[in-house]
């Protein structure tokens, strides 16, 4: 403390753990040799197989045709597949043909799997206070300004 004033508040900490997580996957793409756009796509259809351009284009925010761009490009990389849906056969759905927890991969969700482990080792009802915390300050930020 400095004058009776915390060094550290909220709002700094989390920024650190942004600029870290940053740094991380910046590291990581870097080592993989792909945009972050491929990453956020990457790590997107890896959580959800099998999804539709559709909603990763919603997730990632892109055109139709940016979208179509980097599946193209995914799938020639060979780090995705694309799969006629049984059901309708208009739709693709698109699965990672990568392990996600395999090297070189895994390096794309090394710092959200140490932070884990590290948030397993911490005392666990602080963590559920914190985590509390920080989404009732969320709910209240997101939308208050247009």
Do not use: C
Request: avoid cysteine; hydrophobic fraction near 45%.
């Amino acid at each position: 403390m400095v004058n009776g004033t915390p060094e550290w508040t909220l709002g700094l900490a989390l920024r650190q753990y942004l600029d870290a997580r940053n740094a991380a996957m910046i590291a990581a793409r870097v080592s993989l040799g792909i945009s972050d756009t491929d990453a956020r796509a990457l790590l997107y259809i890896v959580g959800n197989p099998g999804t539709r351009p559709t909603a990763l284009r919603e997730y990632l925010g892109i055109t139709s045709a940016g979208v179509t761009t980097l599946i193209d490009r995914l799938v020639e990389r060979g780090l995705v597949r694309r799969d006629v849906d049984p059901d309708d056969r208009r739709v693709n759905r698109i699965t990672a043909t990568i392990d996600i927890a395999a090297d070189p991969w895994s390096v794309l969700n090394r710092f959200d799997d140490d932070f884990d482990v590290a948030v397993g080792a911490a005392d666990q009802v602080l963590v559920g206070r914190s985590a509390e915390l920080l989404k009732s300050l969320t709910e209240a930020t997101v939308g208050t300004r247009h």
